[in-house]
C-alpha cells in the first residue's frame, strides 16, 4: 500500500491517496493564500527600509566607537543625552533591520520605535541633538508608505473573501 501526493492549485492543499483508492485525506500543512502583486511590493519596501536601518545602525556603531568625525565624537568623550540616544539607537536599529527583513510582525514596531525617537530627537529637542530635517522627511515619509501599504492589503483582504453560503457547506 503505498502513498501518493498531489498538489491541488485550486485550494493549496495536498491531497495524500491510497493506492486502494479506499481512503482519501486532506492535508492542512501547505495552505496559505496566494502571494498578491501588491504583498511582494511590500515585502520589497520591507527589505529597502531594512538597508536603511542597517545604514543607520552602522552610522550610530561608528558614532559610539569613536570612528565617526571629530573630536568629541568618541563614547568617553560624547555628552550624557547623545550617549544614551545614540547606544539606543546603535540597538534598536539593527534588531529593526532584522525584524524588517525576515519580515516579522515586530520589525515594523521595533523600527517605528527607533524612527520617534530619532524625530523627537530632532524635531523636539534640537539644541540637543541638532536639527536634521532629512532623517525626520525620510522617517515620515516611510510611515506614510508603510501606512499605505497596510491600507491596500487590507482592502485586498476584505475583498477576497468570499461570502459563506449555505449551499457551499
Not at 540597538?91 to 530619532?118: D, H, K, N, Q, R
Not at 541638532?130 to 491600507?151: K, T
Request: proline share 4%; glycine share 6%; aromatic share 12%.
Amino acid at each position: 500500500m503505498a502513498l501518493r501526493l498531489e498538489r491541488l492549485d485550486v485550494a493549496w492543499h495536498t491531497r495524500a491517496t491510497m493506492n486502494d483508492g479506499n481512503q482519501t485525506m486532506l492535508l492542512e500543512s501547505d495552505a496559505r493564500p496566494r502571494e498578491t502583486l501588491t504583498f511582494r511590493l511590500f515585502n520589497i519596501f520591507q527589505r529597502l527600509v531594512a538597508i536603511g536601518a542597517l545604514v543607520s545602525a552602522l552610522h550610530y556603531w561608528a558614532l559610539l566607537s569613536g570612528l565617526y568625525g571629530g573630536e568629541l565624537w568618541r563614547f568617553d568623550l560624547m555628552p550624557v543625552h547623545w550617549r544614551v540616544a545614540a547606544t539606543a539607537l546603535a540597538v534598536l536599529f539593527p534588531v529593526a533591520a532584522v525584524g524588517l527583513w525576515m519580515p516579522v510582525s515586530w520589525g515594523p514596531v521595533i523600527w517605528f520605535c527607533a524612527a520617534a525617537t530619532e524625530i523627537a530627537m530632532h524635531l523636539g529637542f534640537p539644541s540637543l541633538f541638532g536639527q536634521n530635517l532629512v532623517v525626520v522627511v525620510l522617517h515620515l515619509a516611510v510611515i506614510a508608505i508603510y501606512a499605505a501599504f497596510r491600507g491596500v492589503l487590507y482592502v485586498e483582504k476584505l475583498r477576497s473573501r468570499r461570502p459563506v453560503r449555505v449551499d457551499s457547506l
